[in-house]
T-cell receptor, first 113, second 113 residues
Framework: DTGVSQDPRHKITKRGQNVTFRCDPI?????LYWYRQTLGQGPEFLTY????????KSRLLSDRFSAERPKGSFSTLEIQRTEQGDSAMYLC???????????FGSGTRLTVV | AQSVTQLGSHVSVSEGALVLLRCNYS??????LFWYVQYPNQGLQLLLK??????LVKGINDFEAEFKKSETSFHLTKPSAHMSDAAEYFC???????????FGKGTKLSVKP
Protein backbone atom coordinates (compact mmCIF):
# COMPACT_ATOMS: atom_id res chain seq x y z
CA ASP A 1 0.00 0.00 0.00
CA THR A 2 1.49 3.31 -1.08
CA GLY A 3 -0.74 5.56 1.01
CA VAL A 4 -2.90 8.36 -0.37
CA SER A 5 -1.81 9.58 -3.80
CA GLN A 6 -2.65 12.94 -5.32
CA ASP A 7 -2.10 14.06 -8.87
CA PRO A 8 -0.78 16.44 -10.03
CA ARG A 9 1.55 17.72 -7.33
CA HIS A 10 1.61 21.19 -8.82
CA LYS A 11 -0.70 22.98 -11.24
CA ILE A 12 -0.35 26.45 -12.67
CA THR A 13 -3.35 27.72 -14.55
CA LYS A 14 -4.63 30.94 -15.98
CA ARG A 15 -7.58 32.66 -14.39
CA GLY A 16 -10.82 31.45 -15.91
CA GLN A 17 -9.56 27.99 -16.82
CA ASN A 18 -10.96 24.75 -15.39
CA VAL A 19 -8.75 22.38 -13.42
CA THR A 20 -9.25 18.86 -12.11
CA PHE A 21 -7.34 17.08 -9.37
CA ARG A 22 -7.30 13.39 -8.56
CA CYS A 23 -6.99 11.56 -5.27
CA ASP A 24 -6.40 7.82 -4.85
CA PRO A 25 -7.10 6.80 -1.24
CA ILE A 26 -5.81 3.80 0.67
CA UNK A 27 -7.72 0.94 -0.88
CA UNK A 28 -9.58 -0.29 2.20
CA UNK A 29 -10.59 3.20 3.37
CA UNK A 30 -14.22 4.01 2.64
CA UNK A 31 -14.13 7.67 3.71
CA LEU A 32 -12.43 10.29 1.59
CA TYR A 33 -12.03 13.96 2.48
CA TRP A 34 -10.96 17.09 0.63
CA TYR A 35 -9.37 20.04 2.41
CA ARG A 36 -8.01 23.37 1.21
CA GLN A 37 -5.01 25.05 2.81
CA THR A 38 -4.08 28.63 2.02
CA LEU A 39 -0.78 30.21 2.94
CA GLY A 40 -0.32 30.64 6.66
CA GLN A 41 -3.51 28.79 7.55
CA GLY A 42 -4.48 25.35 8.67
CA PRO A 43 -6.40 23.05 6.35
CA GLU A 44 -10.11 23.79 5.99
CA PHE A 45 -12.66 21.09 5.33
CA LEU A 46 -14.33 21.15 1.90
CA THR A 47 -16.26 17.91 1.47
CA TYR A 48 -16.29 14.22 2.23
CA UNK A 49 -17.46 10.95 0.77
CA UNK A 50 -18.47 7.68 2.31
CA UNK A 51 -17.99 5.17 -0.46
CA UNK A 52 -19.45 6.90 -3.53
CA UNK A 53 -21.90 9.13 -1.63
CA UNK A 54 -20.98 12.75 -1.01
CA UNK A 55 -22.34 13.28 2.48
CA UNK A 56 -21.26 16.77 3.43
CA LYS A 57 -20.13 19.95 1.72
CA SER A 58 -18.66 23.00 3.41
CA ARG A 59 -19.88 26.50 2.67
CA LEU A 60 -16.37 27.03 1.30
CA LEU A 61 -17.31 24.80 -1.63
CA SER A 62 -18.80 27.32 -4.03
CA ASP A 63 -20.82 26.43 -7.13
CA ARG A 64 -17.61 26.44 -9.15
CA PHE A 65 -16.33 23.44 -7.19
CA SER A 66 -17.50 19.91 -7.77
CA ALA A 67 -16.23 16.63 -6.37
CA GLU A 68 -16.98 13.09 -7.39
CA ARG A 69 -16.11 9.60 -6.27
CA PRO A 70 -17.83 7.52 -8.93
CA LYS A 71 -17.03 4.00 -7.81
CA GLY A 72 -16.14 4.60 -4.22
CA SER A 73 -12.45 4.45 -5.01
CA PHE A 74 -10.59 7.45 -6.44
CA SER A 75 -12.03 10.95 -6.28
CA THR A 76 -11.77 14.05 -8.44
CA LEU A 77 -12.11 17.69 -7.47
CA GLU A 78 -12.88 20.10 -10.29
CA ILE A 79 -12.72 23.87 -10.12
CA GLN A 80 -14.41 25.74 -12.94
CA ARG A 81 -13.54 29.28 -13.99
CA THR A 82 -10.63 29.50 -11.59
CA GLU A 83 -9.99 32.70 -9.68
CA GLN A 84 -6.81 33.94 -8.03
CA GLY A 85 -8.38 33.27 -4.64
CA ASP A 86 -8.46 29.58 -5.50
CA SER A 87 -4.68 29.43 -5.23
CA ALA A 88 -4.02 27.01 -2.40
CA MET A 89 -2.87 23.53 -1.49
CA TYR A 90 -5.66 21.00 -1.96
CA LEU A 91 -5.28 18.05 0.38
CA CYS A 92 -7.00 14.70 0.24
CA UNK A 93 -7.29 12.32 3.17
CA UNK A 94 -8.83 8.91 3.64
CA UNK A 95 -9.93 6.93 6.67
CA UNK A 96 -11.93 3.95 7.82
CA UNK A 97 -15.48 4.61 8.91
CA UNK A 98 -15.51 5.56 12.58
CA UNK A 99 -11.75 5.82 12.76
CA UNK A 100 -10.75 9.09 14.34
CA UNK A 101 -7.81 9.93 12.20
CA UNK A 102 -6.74 10.27 8.64
CA UNK A 103 -3.97 9.52 6.25
CA PHE A 104 -3.25 12.59 4.18
CA GLY A 105 -1.86 12.75 0.69
CA SER A 106 0.94 15.12 -0.25
CA GLY A 107 -1.48 17.57 -1.77
CA THR A 108 -1.89 19.44 -5.06
CA ARG A 109 -0.60 22.99 -5.06
CA LEU A 110 -2.68 25.19 -7.35
CA THR A 111 -1.44 28.56 -8.56
CA VAL A 112 -3.86 30.72 -10.52
CA VAL A 113 -2.15 33.47 -12.52
CA ALA B 1 -18.98 24.37 17.99
CA GLN B 2 -15.50 22.93 18.12
CA SER B 3 -12.47 25.16 17.60
CA VAL B 4 -8.75 25.16 18.17
CA THR B 5 -6.39 27.99 19.06
CA GLN B 6 -2.66 27.64 18.68
CA LEU B 7 -0.72 30.19 20.68
CA GLY B 8 2.30 31.51 18.79
CA SER B 9 2.58 31.36 15.02
CA HIS B 10 6.37 31.01 15.28
CA VAL B 11 8.47 29.28 17.91
CA SER B 12 12.26 29.16 17.82
CA VAL B 13 14.37 26.86 19.98
CA SER B 14 17.98 25.79 20.07
CA GLU B 15 18.96 22.27 19.17
CA GLY B 16 18.70 20.11 22.29
CA ALA B 17 16.26 22.44 24.02
CA LEU B 18 12.74 21.65 25.12
CA VAL B 19 10.01 22.10 22.53
CA LEU B 20 6.63 23.36 23.77
CA LEU B 21 3.85 24.13 21.29
CA ARG B 22 0.57 25.30 22.77
CA CYS B 23 -2.95 24.32 21.78
CA ASN B 24 -6.25 25.16 23.42
CA TYR B 25 -9.53 23.74 22.26
CA SER B 26 -13.20 24.43 22.56
CA UNK B 27 -15.64 21.58 22.26
CA UNK B 28 -19.21 20.91 23.31
CA UNK B 29 -18.55 17.20 23.54
CA UNK B 30 -15.59 15.15 24.80
CA UNK B 31 -13.04 15.84 22.11
CA UNK B 32 -10.70 13.79 20.05
CA LEU B 33 -7.51 15.83 19.61
CA PHE B 34 -4.65 15.51 17.17
CA TRP B 35 -1.24 16.93 16.41
CA TYR B 36 0.03 16.86 12.85
CA VAL B 37 3.36 17.93 11.35
CA GLN B 38 3.80 19.38 7.87
CA TYR B 39 7.09 19.75 6.05
CA PRO B 40 7.33 22.24 3.15
CA ASN B 41 5.20 21.26 0.17
CA GLN B 42 4.11 18.05 1.84
CA GLY B 43 0.90 16.70 3.28
CA LEU B 44 0.25 16.27 6.98
CA GLN B 45 1.70 13.48 9.07
CA LEU B 46 0.02 12.38 12.28
CA LEU B 47 2.24 12.81 15.35
CA LEU B 48 -0.20 11.66 18.00
CA LYS B 49 -3.86 11.61 18.97
CA UNK B 50 -5.96 11.72 22.11
CA UNK B 51 -9.03 9.52 22.04
CA UNK B 52 -10.22 9.67 25.68
CA UNK B 53 -7.90 6.96 26.97
CA UNK B 54 -4.69 8.03 28.75
CA UNK B 55 -4.34 11.78 29.20
CA LEU B 56 -0.62 11.66 28.43
CA VAL B 57 -0.24 10.62 24.83
CA LYS B 58 3.04 9.54 23.30
CA GLY B 59 3.66 9.91 19.62
CA ILE B 60 6.35 9.47 17.05
CA ASN B 61 9.83 10.99 17.23
CA ASP B 62 9.64 11.42 21.05
CA PHE B 63 6.77 13.89 20.90
CA GLU B 64 4.10 13.74 23.54
CA ALA B 65 1.05 15.75 24.55
CA GLU B 66 -1.03 15.99 27.68
CA PHE B 67 -4.80 16.43 27.65
CA LYS B 68 -5.91 18.77 30.45
CA LYS B 69 -9.65 19.08 30.58
CA SER B 70 -9.62 21.76 33.28
CA GLU B 71 -7.40 23.96 31.12
CA THR B 72 -8.92 22.85 27.78
CA SER B 73 -5.38 22.37 26.57
CA PHE B 74 -3.45 19.80 24.57
CA HIS B 75 0.11 21.14 24.44
CA LEU B 76 2.79 19.32 22.45
CA THR B 77 6.24 18.77 23.95
CA LYS B 78 9.55 17.16 23.07
CA PRO B 79 12.43 17.02 25.54
CA SER B 80 15.22 17.70 23.09
CA ALA B 81 14.81 19.42 19.71
CA HIS B 82 16.56 18.15 16.60
CA MET B 83 17.22 20.12 13.46
CA SER B 84 14.90 17.72 11.62
CA ASP B 85 11.99 18.89 13.81
CA ALA B 86 11.87 22.21 11.97
CA ALA B 87 8.42 22.20 10.35
CA GLU B 88 4.91 23.48 10.83
CA TYR B 89 2.74 21.87 13.48
CA PHE B 90 -1.02 21.79 13.51
CA CYS B 91 -3.36 21.00 16.36
CA UNK B 92 -6.79 19.70 15.37
CA UNK B 93 -10.04 18.67 17.00
CA UNK B 94 -12.53 16.17 15.65
CA UNK B 95 -15.41 18.10 14.11
CA UNK B 96 -18.04 15.59 15.14
CA UNK B 97 -19.84 12.62 13.74
CA UNK B 98 -18.81 13.26 10.15
CA UNK B 99 -15.19 12.84 11.03
CA UNK B 100 -13.93 16.11 9.62
CA UNK B 101 -11.10 17.80 11.48
CA UNK B 102 -10.95 21.43 12.56
CA PHE B 103 -7.40 22.72 12.47
CA GLY B 104 -5.62 25.54 14.19
CA LYS B 105 -3.63 28.04 12.17
CA GLY B 106 -0.39 26.24 12.85
CA THR B 107 2.88 26.97 14.61
CA LYS B 108 6.10 27.09 12.66
CA LEU B 109 8.96 25.60 14.62
CA SER B 110 12.51 26.73 13.88
CA VAL B 111 15.50 24.92 15.41
CA LYS B 112 18.77 26.81 15.73
CA PRO B 113 22.08 24.95 15.75
Amino acid sequence: DTGVSQDPRHKITKRGQNVTFRCDPISEHNRLYWYRQTLGQGPEFLTYFQNEAQLEKSRLLSDRFSAERPKGSFSTLEIQRTEQGDSAMYLCASSLEGFRGYTFGSGTRLTVV
Amino acid sequence: AQSVTQLGSHVSVSEGALVLLRCNYSSSVPPYLFWYVQYPNQGLQLLLKYTSAATLVKGINDFEAEFKKSETSFHLTKPSAHMSDAAEYFCAVDGGSQGNLIFGKGTKLSVKP
